[in-house]
């Protein structure tokens, strides 16, 4: 039987401190019976292969030996997804306490109501070089055909960094809808946005280990400033925000 939801993970080691209780939290808190998990293991050197095939199905571990960054190794999974939706998910997260398999459902639920939803996601928010709404894809949810008329994720932002703000445009662009799951009510803790949306998210675990992780994020922004804001100013882009 075809699996409803493929769950895409990229990761780049951190197999005990993250992946590990990822996948944990997904075996406690997933109908898995409805879902297959792709983990793309992206020139990892650590255990992460061997402990991803311990897990036996409905996980599946696809293996690069060099890195290839997040835009790319993300595309690999989405090639290799079988379901009718796509989640991408960041190595970084872990499910909170829930109602079995709530977390898939609030993302299903806006897809069922209108068919020119193309995304939803626990966090959408604004880009000020684009002037436009995004999703951000920590944990995001995408009609698998989507991909067929958007296409992946542009390399051009690899190794990572706004591949999700122009693939938001891209797919608006097209008539589709953003959905922000389960409302649009957020608040800052601790210099996060808080929603009831039962995940966490410890934010650029792996990429912010790079030592010029800066330097590409405010190289992708610029770009996605030259290639939708007409308005662009360099000078406007010195730094991101």
Avoid at 218 to 239: G, I, M, Q, S, V
Wanted: with cysteine.
């Amino acid at each position: 039987m075809m699996p409803k939801v493929s769950i895409v993970i990229p990761t780049y080691n951190h197999c005990d401190d993250l992946l590990k209780p990822l996948c944990e939290s997904i075996l406690k808190y997933t109908d898995m019976e409805i879902v297959e998990v792709i983990v793309v293991a992206n020139g990892c050197s650590d255990d992460t292969e061997e402990y991803v095939k311990s897990l036996g199905k409905p996980f599946r571990v696809l293996v690069n030996p060099e890195p290839l960054g997040y835009t790319k190794a993300t595309n690999m999974g989405i090639l290799s997804s079988r379901g009718e939706f796509v989640v991408l998910l960041n190595n970084d997260c872990i499910l909170l306490p829930q109602i079995k398999n709530k977390w898939i459902d609030l993302m299903l639920e806006p897809f069922d109501k209108d068919e020119r939803v193309g995304i939803t996601g626990p966090l959408k928010s604004f880009c000020q070089h684009t002037q436009r709404e995004f999703m951000i894809f920590f944990c995001t949810m995408i009609r698998q055909t989507l991909f067929n008329e958007v296409g992946l994720l542009d390399i051009v932002f690899n190794p990572g960094g706004a591949e999700d703000t122009d693939f938001s445009i891209r797919a608006q662009d097209l008539g589709y809808k953003i959905v922000q799951v389960p409302g649009d009510e957020l608040s800052a803790k601790d210099g996060n946005m808080i929603g009831e949306f039962p995940i966490y998210h410890a934010g650029e675990r792996t990429m912010g280990e790079m030592s010029n992780w800066q330097e590409i994020f405010d190289r992708n922004f610029k770009h996605l400033a030259r290639r939708y804001n007409p308005n662009y100013n360099p000078e406007d882009y010195k730094t991101h925000g």
